[in-house]
């Protein structure tokens, strides 16, 4: 199955970049550190965390087949530990893309859900298993987790802003594997191919295409700040395997720059003219 292709981000895309610059606790990456909370372990792109236009966060990461959802001991709900999180800071205002397609076809079918925490990094929430009641299989959160709603819903406030944790938003889900509706969940979620979560604060629209053995997100005119995707497989029938996982944003058209740089050479020339 091919992969939809995805249109450029709109002309009012050309702001300059403005890089966030916040602090990094203890001088390091916060992307390959464990996260202060205790309940996730923040796992490191290939070089860097920082996203900007026309630049690409990527890394291949090993993935256990039903960690995102379908595995029957957890009710076909998601499994903070056994899943992998990364977080990226975006600089500037830019369409993202996060794919997660399989190394070797048929070994697992992978989902990605996405989170903002706004201005700050990810705090991992809380490691109160117990911070939102009990699951329906007898395991709570964050060991067994609702990938798949909106934050405030059962299963989410682990990582909820104000409940243990400083997540703001769920912006979206992308699933290549099996969906399930609400009633054989731990959580009472329904698990779809895809959903947009978001409410419009952090963007401007989300999309995704799926198939076999890949899941691609689409984030549209996301604003800058941190965010944070969890990321596992989705269909217990399989053995499980390495996924790549590659975050991208959108640059510009190159004809939108010539127009860019025109315009400037045109007013250049108008203010010599005006000295003259």
């Not at 966060?57 to 029957?72: A, E, H, I, M």
């Not at 977080?87 to 070797?104: D, H, P």
């Amino acid at each position: 199955m091919s992969k939809t292709l995805f249109s450029f981000p709109s002309l009012t895309a050309i702001t300059p970049a403005v890089a966030l610059g916040f602090a990094l606790t203890g001088g390091s990456a916060f992307a390959v550190t464990t996260a202060t909370g205790g309940a996730v372990t923040l796992n490191g792109f290939n070089g860097d965390y920082l996203l900007e236009k026309g630049s690409v966060l990527q890394t291949d990461v090993g993935t256990g087949k039903s960690s995102w959802g379908s595995n029957p001991m957890l009710v076909n709900s998601a499994w903070a530990h056994a899943g992998k999180w990364f977080e990226f800071e975006l600089a500037e205002a830019a369409t993202v893309t996060i794919s997660a397609e399989a190394k070797v076809s048929g070994e697992v079918d992978p989902a990605i859900s996405v989170y903002t925490s706004g201005t700050a990094a990810f705090n991992a929430g809380t490691n109160s298993w117990d911070a939102d009641g009990t699951a329906a299989s007898g395991f709570g959160t964050p060991h067994s987790f609702n990938a798949t709603s909106q934050l405030g819903e059962a299963g989410t406030k682990w990582m909820q802003d104000g409940q243990g944790g400083n997540m703001q938003e769920a912006l979206g889900y992308a699933n290549a594997g099996n969906t399930y509706a609400s009633s054989p969940t731990g959580w009472g979620e329904t698990i779809l191919e895809g959903e947009s979560l978001g409410s419009g604060t952090y963007e401007n629209g989300v999309s995704w295409t799926t198939g076999d053995n890949y899941a691609d997100l689409v984030l549209n005119d996301l604003a800058p700040g941190f965010y944070s995707i969890f990321l596992g497989g989705a269909n217990h029938s399989l053995a499980g395997g390495e996924v790549n996982l590659s975050v991208s944003a959108v640059p510009l058209p190159a004809a939108v720059w010539l127009f860019a740089s025109g315009f400037i050479g045109l007013v250049g020339m108008t203010r010599r003219k005006n000295k003259a």
